[in-house]
T-cell receptor, first 110, second 117 residues
Framework: SQQGEEDPQALSIQEGENATMNCSYK?????LQWYRQNSGRGLVHLIL?????REKHSGRLRVTLDTSKKSSSLLITASRAADTASYFC??????????FGKGTRLSVIA | ETGVTQTPRHLVMGMTNKKSLKCEQH?????MYWYKQSAKKPLELMFV???????ENNSVPSRFSPECPNSSHLFLHLHTLQPEDSALYLC????????????????FGDGTRLSIL
């Protein structure tokens, strides 16, 4: 299916360390998006990367996309306690709805 | 403040009750979505409205009935629900549902936590 699957399911790191989450998918995509969800809140869009792009940056976030391996990674540098949340990748083909994965739960320990 | 407001935030209802969830967006978007989020499951898309027209209904049971009176408001009418319907129901909006070259980023409300007794 097109659905992305995040890896790992859960990640625990110390404040100041980098956090890397991965997303794999099975079919061709047009774009891939990353979202964050804090406990008890809705999802917040972080970044969109198109299939013809390999890397994008936004503040402390770095996203890569390898369409040959059908995978993407989200790197959060110099993590903070406030980065504690679940992170979801969502894949889209452009003319169909986004499909979300199950997410990675990130815990940043102060 | 995400620009998408959902009410109520929490709802407890019996299986025979009828209730409605409300979503309002202040972003000038033309597409609105209902999602169901259950523990340890991927986010499930339920319904999509694009310019007030329903474009997606992902085999959702008829006990869930959406209504989109205008581009800013979306309702989910509930009746005769089952215990497995307990979940977080999220509303989202985007500029348009999708275009041929990309999916638009979605803006989510904080959800309604629904518990079925």
């Amino acid at each position: 299916s097109q659905q992305g699957e995040e890896d790992p399911q859960a990640l625990s790191i110390q404040e100041g360390e980098n956090a890397t989450m991965n997303c794999s998918y099975k079919t061709s995509i047009n774009n891939l998006q990353w979202y964050r969800q804090n406990s008890g809140r809705g999802l917040v869009h972080l970044i969109l990367i198109r299939s013809n792009e390999r890397e994008k940056h936004s503040g402390r976030l770095r996203v890569t996309l390898d369409t040959s391996k059908k995978s993407s990674s989200l790197l959060i540098t110099a993590s903070r306690a406030a980065d504690t949340a679940s992170y979801f990748c969502a894949t889209g083909s452009g003319n169909t709805p986004l499909v979300f994965g199950k997410g990675t739960r990130l815990s940043v320990i102060a | 403040e995400t620009g998408v407001t959902q009410t109520p935030r929490h709802l407890v209802m019996g299986m025979t009750n009828k209730k409605s969830l409300k979503c309002e967006q202040h972003l000038g978007h033309n597409a609105m979505y209902w999602y169901k989020q259950s523990a340890k499951k991927p986010l499930e898309l339920m319904f999509v409205y694009n310019f007030k027209e329903q474009t997606e209904n992902n085999s959702v049971p008829s006990r869930f009935s959406p209504e989109c009176p205008n581009s800013s408001h979306l309702f989910l009418h509930l009746h005769t629900l089952q215990p497995e319907d307990s979940a977080l129901y999220l509303c989202a909006s985007s500029q348009v549902a999708w275009v041929t070259d990309s999916n638009q980023p979605q803006h989510f409300g904080d959800g309604t936590r629904l518990s079925i007794l």
